[in-house]
């Protein structure tokens, strides 16, 4: 069998935290879901999420012309007061996803609680090997120790990636928090929030 083969897994699954962030109580009109996370796990993952809240998803890819049409049918379906599951990203997601991946996927790992930056640990989020692969797990192999480390001061983060503020609104950001020197994880990504605020807004 391999000998070389190690795996530091921090895979993440979606369904389960936008539940948490319904469950938290940020209002929301509608959700755009990632397109290639739905190549896998298909349209139908989203069904049980859905049937909960009846909040208008659709899935989209990430071309402009993509993101585009998956806001114009987010737009219609708020505006018509309706509140469908759809996807807008046919070329790619298929209702059932994909089945001969997922069936690999999950004869390898199982869902575990995960610790998400910014807001914390959300049950059943992420997932970890199974212990039958326990060989491969490199945490266990190398005493990998993730540090607990605590948000700073004044970052608020958790409150910019539930939507409950803008960037504008964190007393950091373009002061202590800059892309030169980022503080927080919506600055730390190149794709966070407050690093496009900081990017685009300026040529706004």
Sequence with gaps: SVKNFFVLCSHKLVPPALMALVSCGVRLSG???????????????????FESCRLP????????????YGIERLVAQCADGSARLETAYRRAVHHDGNPRGMLLLNNVFEAADADWRGIGVILMS???????????DASARF?????????PRGCRCGDVLKGMIT???????????????????????????????????RKR
């Design 126 to 136: 992420g997932l970890r090997l199974k212990e039958e692969y326990m060989e491969f």
């Design 31 to 49: 959700f755009i879901l990632p397109g290639h996370v739905s190549v896998m796990i298909g349209e139908k993952a989203y069904e049980p999420f």
């Design 143 to 151: 005493g990998v120790k993730i540090e607990d480390v605590p948000e």
């Design 167 to 201: 960037p504008l609104e964190c007393p950091l950001f373009n002061k202590a928090c800059t892309q030169a020197n980022p503080i927080g994880p919506c600055m730390v990504s190149s794709e966070g929030t407050c690093a496009a605020y900081l990017k685009y807004g």
């Design 57 to 68: 998803m659709v899935v989209t890819g990430f071309e402009p012309v993509d993101i585009l």
